[in-house]
Antibody
């Protein structure tokens, strides 16, 4: 069955960077865009951006454009999200999620499979 | 950016009860709206897309309606496994945004 398995929880100091991985299995990795969504404590989900695993192209929400990098490694069907300049308000659970559209050139914008989430805690 | 507003923030209901959750967009999203169910410690689960189309393996007791700016998610007869937080999300344009959620709890 389709799975997205994320890396484990992280604790980071302010100003540091964190890199979260998301390994996909049981579907054509390059066929579906992967989104990253985060959820801070007590808040609704916040969409961060997406990556096209077929060509590595990414689109980021404006507030993350200066601090987030999304990459992929097709040989191990894994996408990565790196967030730099961490602040306390970056403390959240970070999710990767597969876009529903199997056309590798098209993103629809909603997700049918999600990773289990990665808790990133930023604390001095 | 389109703002999604959900109401109520919390809803208490009995098993077997019919409930309706609301979601409002700050501008028209046509029917480009999805609903998710989220339980603590689990991945979110896609329930509905295109405002009213059930995702794979979603029970028929879940239904959605609406277009433009006003949407509803209805659960016809609450089961114990339905108590969770529900989020709406538009995908009409970029960036897609989520509502703040409705927590559905047992009365």
């Amino acid at each position: 069955q389709v799975q997205l398995v994320q890396s484990g929880a992280e604790v980071k100091k302010p100003g540091a960077s964190v890199k979260v991985s998301c390994k996909s299995s049981a579907y054509t990795f390059t066929g579906h865009y992967v989104h990253w969504v985060r959820q801070a404590p007590g808040q609704g989900p916040e969409w961060m951006g997406w990556i096209n695993p077929n060509n590595g192209g990414a689109k980021l929400a404006p507030k993350f454009q200066d601090r987030v990098t999304m990459t992929r490694d097709t040989s191990i069907t894994t996408v990565y999200m790196e967030l730099s300049g961490l602040r306390s308000d970056d403390t959240a659970v970070y999710y990767c999620a597969r876009d529903v559209n199997p056309d590798h050139d098209t993103v629809t914008g909603y997700c049918d499979y999600w990773g289990q989430g990665t808790l990133v805690t930023v604390s001095s | 950016e389109i703002l999604m507003t959900q109401s109520p923030a919390t809803l208490s209901a009995y098993l077997g009860e019919r409930v309706t959750l609301s979601c409002r967009a700050s501008q028209s999203v046509l029917t480009n709206l999805a609903w998710y169910q989220h339980k603590p410690g689990q991945a979110p689960r896609l329930l509905l897309y295109r405002a009213s189309t059930r995702a794979t393996d979603i029970p028929a007791r879940f239904s959605g309606s609406g277009s433009g700016t006003d949407f509803t998610l209805t659960i016809s007869s609450l089961q114990s496994e339905d108590f969770a937080v529900y989020y709406c999300q538009h995908y009409h344009n970029w960036p897609q945004t989520f509502g703040q959620g409705t927590k559905l709890q047992i009365k």
